[in-house]
C-alpha cells in the first residue's frame, strides 16, 4: 500500500498523546474521527515520520531500536508501522514532485 519512493509525513490535524507508563501512543484523527492506540513500533514509525525518504526511516528506526533489533526485525515493523499508518489516514507519502499521495481525509 505505501509508496517506495517519496517522504513521509504526518496527516494534518493529527493529536498524538504518548501514554509511556502503558508504552502506548493514543492518536486522534479527525477526518474521520477516530481514535487509535498505537503500540511502540507504530508509534515510533509516527513520531519518524517528519519527511524521510523509506531509506531514512529505516536508518532511524534502526538508530533508536539499536542492537536490541535484527535489520530483517527493524524492516519488517517499519513496513507493518507504515502500511497500518497509511491505511489510516495518518499519515501520507509526497512524491519526487512534492504532491502528497494516501488516503487523507477517509
Not at 529505516?58 to 524492516?75: I, K, L, P, Q, T
Amino acid at each position: 500500500m505505501s509508496s517506495r519512493t517519496g517522504c513521509f509525513s504526518r496527516s494534518p490535524g493529527l493529536r498524538i498523546r504518548p501514554v509511556a507508563e502503558l508504552q502506548t501512543c493514543l492518536v486522534y484523527r479527525p477526518h474521520p474521527p477516530k481514535l487509535f492506540r498505537l503500540n511502540g513500533s507504530a508509534w515510533l514509525v509516527l513520531e519518524l515520520c517528519e519527511g524521510l525518504d523509506r531509506a531514512q526511516l529505516m536508518a532511524a528506526y534502526r538508530g533508536v531500536a539499536g542492537n536490541h533489533v535484527s535489520a530483517a526485525d527493524v524492516a519488517g515493523q517499519v513496513e507493518q508501522g507504515l502500511d497500518l499508518l497509511m491505511r489510516e489516514g495518518m499519515i501520507a507519502v509526497s512524491g519526487p514532485d512534492g504532491a502528497a499521495r494516501g488516503r487523507s481525509g477517509t
